[in-house]
């Protein structure tokens, strides 16, 4: 889809909501090389969601090493502005999309649960190639930025529960028995498949351009030759097929990575 399909994409569906005030004012501290820290870090504490959404971000390996750090200010320091800006938009877009109703809260549960996994999965498969083909590991940047798009690369699965939860759960449970394309079902439903309006939502969203790729292209990694983007497919379809969806991997990807299923299976098996 091209940015111009993407925005139709969005205004056929839904209208979305804007992006908080406070998301604008961090970023836009955050590329102000003369912002300081402790300044940023007073904007995160004046948003009681982003600041505590923070805090839960130490439990998780996006944070790495940093869980022990005596306060927010000193966490900054060392995730550094590149990757606190990721953190900040990721979980403004969790809670501001979140559902109002139960069924969609539980949805919005699962999702970031499920995101986590896969994010982690991909992490792991980028780890097992770099191992295999250079005999040693990914750059940490690429990893970090990988594992924040698999937090982020279903958002749209947001968006559609928003507008109509249970449809949702039973597209989800549907899916489940097999012989169905989710993206069909959704389409069906809503005209649009997750993967297509979290690529709008994103774009809209000011989130840069691997991370839209990711979240548009990450069921169709053929369109772009870019090895996040098959990482993190093939890392959902590991997390997919270990809860019962059946869901095959790109035959691209795999060729492009020179993978077998078993090679696959063993990265993702791999300790993290």
């Known amino acids: 889809m091209t940015r111009h399909?993407?925005?139709e994409a969005r205004d056929s569906l839904v209208t979305f909501p804007a992006a908080p005030d406070s998301l604008h004012r961090i970023r836009q501290s955050l590329e102000d090389p003369k912002t300081s820290l402790e300044t940023i870090s007073d904007l995160i504490i004046g948003d009681e969601g982003l600041h505590s959404g923070l805090i839960g971000l130490q439990r998780v390996p996006f944070f790495g090493t940093v869980s022990a750090l005596p306060g927010l200010g000193e966490t900054l320091r060392?995730?550094?502005r590149e990757k606190v800006g990721w953190a900040v938009g990721i979980l403004a877009a969790f809670q501001t999309l979140r559902p109002r109703d139960a069924i969609g809260q539980d949805l919005a549960d699962a999702l970031w649960t499920r995101s986590s996994r896969v994010a982690a999965t991909a992490v792991k498969?980028?780890?097992?190639?770099?191992?295999?083909d250079l005999g040693g590991v990914a750059r940490v940047r690429s990893l970090d930025r990988l594992y924040a798009a698999g937090l982020l690369h279903d958002v749209g699965?947001?968006?559609l529960a928003a507008r109509d939860s249970l449809a949702c759960q039973q597209i989800d449970a549907e899916t489940k028995l097999g012989g169905t394309d989710r993206r069909e079902l959704e389409r069906a439903h809503f005209g649009f498949a997750h993967d297509e309006i979290g690529g709008a939502f994103c774009l809209q969203w000011s989130f840069d351009r691997?991370?839209?790729?990711?979240?548009?292209?990450?069921?169709?990694?053929?369109?772009?030759d870019l090895a996040m983007l098959d990482h993190l497919h093939?890392?959902?379809?590991?997390?997919r097929r270990q809860s019962g969806d059946p869901e095959k991997p790109s035959a691209p990807a795999m060729t492009r990575r020179r993978l077998t299923l078993d090679e696959l299976d063993r990265f993702a098996e791999m300790p993290g």
């Not at 498969?125 to 295999?132: C, D, E, P, Q, S």
């Not at 691997?210 to 772009?224: G, I, S, T, Y």
Request: aromatic share 6%; no cysteine.
């Open 5 to 7: 399909a993407l925005l």
């Open 78 to 80: 060392v995730l550094g």
């Open 125 to 132: 498969i980028a780890v097992g190639l770099a191992m295999r």
């Open 157 to 159: 699965w947001l968006v």
């Open 210 to 224: 691997e991370f839209v790729l990711a979240v548009r292209d990450h069921h169709r990694p053929e369109r772009q």
């Open 234 to 239: 093939l890392g959902e379809v590991v997390v």
